[in-house]
């Protein structure tokens, strides 16, 4: 892991593949999000963690063209995109997962990711074409599945998997979609311990040329698997840096005495 070398020296605008400058969002006068600037370094996992309340969520969802924000800016690709919706967002590039990906309960596994390969190639809507003319997808279809681990899940139906494999079914259909930022709301929420670390493995796969922004209850999770961590508290920014670094602050410290982690 570890941010790209783009040549430009570190803290080149080039390195950072999403900021935000000012990002406020106030809901009939409660400010939810203060203020926020926000830089995600190219080719790094990046968590945003904090206290219940904190934020997170509301920052996730003005990021991701969920929610408008009240102020500020937010810039993709040195792109200023605060005004692009959410559709646009992914075609770009930005994809959150677990929200936008396409799982059918009642569609296999195969099926399942062909779809999404489907509307990568804007032929989703194309039902009138005969089945065969989905055949040529079945290849990539093939390589993703397998690369998430359900090879022998194959033609199972997705309703029928378990939590932890839908997730990883999940993984397959937005890699698919061939996100250059992926946005992860909470992806270890209600798994084991034995598919938190299959879905922690996955994600330093996806991380490889990718980059990664997760929302993340689990600290184990953040600590294990993030390059750099964002603190938020009461809507606003309370520090930043390696997990060794924010987790002894004293600021931070005091912020998560008595309340969940989150």
Same mark, same amino acid.
């Given at each position: 892991?570890?941010?790209?070398? #783009?040549?430009?020296?570190?803290?080149?605008?080039?390195?950072?593949?999403?900021?935000?400058?000012?990002? $406020?969002?106030?809901?009939?006068?409660?400010?939810?999000?203060?203020?926020?600037?926000?830089? =995600?370094?190219?080719?790094?996992?990046?968590?945003?963690?904090? &206290?219940?309340?904190?934020?997170?969520? #509301?920052?996730?969802?003005?990021?991701?063209?969920?929610?408008? &924000?009240?102020?500020?800016?937010?810039?993709?690709?040195?792109?200023? =995109?605060?005004?692009?919706? &959410?559709?646009?967002?992914?075609?770009?590039?930005?994809?959150?997962?677990?929200?936008?990906?396409?799982?059918?309960?009642?569609?296999?596994?195969?099926?399942?990711?062909?779809? /999404?390969?489907?509307?990568?190639?804007? #032929?989703?809507? *194309?039902?009138?074409?005969?089945?065969?003319?989905?055949?040529?997808? *079945?290849?990539?279809?093939?390589?993703?599945? +397998?690369?998430?681990?359900?090879? $022998?899940?194959?033609?199972?139906? /997705?309703?029928?998997?378990?939590?932890?494999?839908?997730?990883?079914? +999940?993984?397959? $259909?937005?890699?698919?979609?061939?996100? +250059?930022?992926?946005?992860?709301?909470?992806?270890?929420?209600?798994?084991? *311990?034995?598919?938190?670390?299959?879905?922690?493995?996955?994600?330093?796969?996806?991380?490889?040329?990718?980059?990664?922004?997760?929302?993340?209850?689990?600290?184990?999770? =953040?600590?294990?698997?993030?390059?750099?961590? $964002?603190?938020?508290?009461?809507?606003?920014?309370?520090?930043?840096?390696?997990?060794? +670094?924010?987790?002894?602050?004293?600021?931070?410290?005091?912020?998560?005495?008595?309340?969940?982690?989150?």
């Amino acid at each position: 892991m570890g941010g790209a070398d #783009t040549g430009q020296g570190p803290g080149a605008p080039a390195d950072y593949i999403l900021e935000t400058r000012g990002l $406020t969002r106030e809901f009939g006068g409660f400010m939810a999000v203060r203020d926020v600037d926000l830089r =995600v370094r190219r080719h790094t996992i990046h968590a945003l963690i904090g &206290p219940n309340g904190a934020g997170k969520t #509301t920052v996730f969802n003005l990021l991701t063209k969920f929610l408008t &924000p009240s102020g500020g800016t937010i810039s993709y690709n040195g792109r200023d =995109v605060t005004t692009v919706g &959410p559709a646009a967002m992914a075609r770009l590039g930005m994809v959150r997962s677990f929200q936008i990906s396409s799982v059918f309960a009642n569609l296999t596994v195969i099926e399942n990711v062909r779809v /999404a390969l489907q509307q990568k190639l804007g #032929t989703s809507l *194309h039902f009138w074409r005969p089945k065969r003319s989905l055949y040529s997808l *079945h290849a990539r279809a093939d390589e993703l599945i +397998e690369w998430v681990g359900l090879e $022998t899940y194959r033609d199972v139906l /997705a309703g029928d998997l378990s939590y932890g494999r839908r997730r990883a079914l +999940e993984f397959a $259909t937005t890699l698919a979609l061939e996100p +250059e930022l992926l946005l992860l709301d909470e992806p270890m929420a209600g798994l084991g *311990h034995e598919d938190i670390a299959r879905i922690a493995d996955l994600i330093r796969r996806v991380s490889q040329g990718r980059t990664v922004l997760m929302v993340e209850h689990n600290l184990d999770v =953040v600590s294990n698997l993030s390059d750099r961590i $964002t603190v938020l508290t009461r809507g606003s920014i309370l520090a930043e840096g390696g997990y060794a +670094e924010v987790s002894q602050n004293p600021a931070v410290r005091e912020a998560y005495i008595g309340g969940a982690h989150a």
